[in-house]
């Protein structure tokens, strides 16, 4: 249970994705996608075996919050201490959130809804010691291994993300204002070939896919893999119900919609 194992486990399934071996249809295009720390996996991934056409991480980028540190540290305890797991059987080694510290960990308001949070910590699940290995994690964050990735790569991240945005841990502040200001802070860590683009939610906060704006973040997804790796026009994306301008791509950004930007 470490992230090089789940990077492993994300090759097969691209390599299945390809060979028509998961759904009979042999995909001549792969995206990675990930959120948080399964974002570590895609950059793993991507790093290990450069089998992919893109990547998407959510939630992370080459910052570590120094709040999110105090408050993981005070969040997490073993499974077995939490009434949900119990009688599950599991070792000590598997970790949980205690109850009612979800919110501030992964949430903002009023981009959330109180009922969604509720439901986030009676479904919550645990995860391995292993895989939060803090060294594999800073390995990661801090230093240049990313640069291995020679695909386009999108960045998204809620403008409250906890864990991200803020005093870092390396003595820095990481500006999670606008997509271009992301852009331009993770461009020292990847390569050219890797065409940093970000993307940023409004008042969003950590789970971007949970927020009420949530639908935002698949525009902002559907529009990169479209314009960067895909074979469709972005005129072609899904009806969103939204103001229809907002997620249009503009021909001066990159064809991206407006709360994106790249390098210029």
Avoid at 65 to 93: C, E, I, M
Wanted: one cysteine or more; proline letters at 5%; hydrophobic letters at 45%.
């Amino acid at each position: 249970m470490t992230i090089q194992s789940a990077a492993f486990v994300a090759h097969e399934l691209v390599q299945g994705l390809r060979n028509g071996s998961i759904t009979g249809i042999q995909f001549g295009k792969v995206i990675t996608v990930g959120h948080s720390l399964s974002s570590l996996v895609v950059w793993v991934e991507a790093i290990n075996y450069g089998d992919v056409d893109g990547v998407i991480v959510s939630g992370a980028a080459h910052s570590l919050a120094t709040l999110f540190g105090k408050l993981l540290g005070a969040a997490l305890y073993p499974a077995v201490q939490d009434p949900r797991f119990v009688n599950s059987g599991l070792d000590a080694g598997y970790l949980t959130t205690r109850p009612g510290t979800r919110a501030a960990l992964y949430y903002s308001l009023p981009d959330a809804d109180p009922a969604v949070i509720a439901s986030d910590e009676e479904r919550k699940d645990v995860v391995s010691a292993s895989e939060l290995n803090l060294n594999d994690v800073l390995a990661l964050v801090t230093t240049d291994a990313i640069r291995a990735i020679q695909v386009p790569v999108l960045t998204i991240l809620g403008e409250n993300d906890v864990p991200t945005c803020g005093p870092n841990t390396q003595g820095g502040n990481f500006d999670c204002s606008t997509g271009a200001a992301v852009a331009m802070q993770e461009a020292p860590f990847y390569s050219a070939e890797a065409w940093i683009h970000a993307c940023v939610i409004p008042f969003s906060g950590h789970v971007v896919s949970l927020a009420i704006n949530r639908r935002l973040q698949v525009a902002d997804a559907v529009a990169w893999s479209s314009a960067f790796v895909g074979q469709r026009k972005f005129n072609d994306r899904p009806d969103l119900d939204e103001e229809p301008g907002f997620f249009e791509g503009l021909p001066w950004n990159d064809n991206l919609p407006c709360n994106c930007g790249g390098i210029q």
